[in-house]
């Protein structure tokens, strides 16, 4: 399948002149795209309407969907990959006319009152006194949620492999035991060092890329089952990855719908 690059400049926060409050943009893209690093004079509500996307800010690695949104600040420089197919949006949020809700990046989920503001704002026509109590709600709903899927990738040398291998074949079946053998070290090293670079297990993390994975493939088209079976998911992961990658609570649009 072909694939697109797409460069955009990097920007210091406010470094453009964005006199708006709130402004919206959606596309269906229709190649695999990536995006090389940039970012943006304002602030930016990334999320989907359809199919699953990655963020990526140095090391850290963030999953978006239809449920679980990011929020990036302005001038944060990030890159980011969509499969085709993937309906994504974007709200920009002024840099001087609102605040920004994190200093960092930060999942936001998407909850059916915030998706429906901020639909409500694309409606042509939409009169700037409604307009403005419309900004306002987004602006009072809008908050980090404690939901994420994100991973720390580790880069020290000793760590480096596991991670690579992981990550291109989350279903590698190695355990923590088996890599300490084939790096030459105990497995306490490997447990110290994965609890240093990520702030998690080693059990954990690679839970978590199976389940970023997993919601790759379940916006592609697998199924359930299938996904399970070639992830390794344990019973948990396999009940959390397919509600992280639909709309939240029943929303009953298609995947196939388009705009």
Known sequence: MTRETRSLPAHAPGAVDTPFVIKGYDEVVTHDTLWDAHSHPFHELLWNERG????????????????LGLWMPAGTL???????????????????????????????????????????LGEPGLAASSRA??????????????????VQVPTSGLLRPIADA?????GDRRTL???????????????RAFSAETGTSFVRWVA????????????????????????????????????????????????????
Not at 52 to 67: L, M
């Open 52 to 67: 699953a996307s990655s963020a990526v800010v140095g090391e850290r690695v963030w999953t978006i969907t239809p449920a």
């Open 133 to 150: 109590a419309t900004e306002a709600l987004v602006l009072d709903v809008l908050a980090p949620s404690p939901r994420e899927l994100l």
């Open 208 to 259: 978590t890329v199976r389940a970023q994975h997993a919601i790759g493939l379940l916006t592609r088209g697998w199924d359930v089952e299938s996904v399970v079976q070639y992830e390794g998911l344990e019973p948990a992961r396999r009940e959390h990855a397919p509600d992280a990658a639909r709309p939240p609570y029943g929303r009953r649009r298609e995947w196939s719908d388009r705009p």
């Open 78 to 120: 990030h890159s980011g990959s969509a499969a085709a197919g993937t309906w994504f949006r974007a709200s920009f949020f002024g840099f001087r006319t609102t605040s920004s809700i994190s200093d960092t990046p930060v999942a936001v989920e998407i909850t059916p009152l915030l998706r429906l503001l901020l639909e409500r």
């Open 177 to 191: 035991a088996d890599w300490a053998s084939e790096l030459g070290v105990s497995t306490r090293t490997v447990t």
């Open 166 to 170: 992981v990550r291109e074949d989350p």
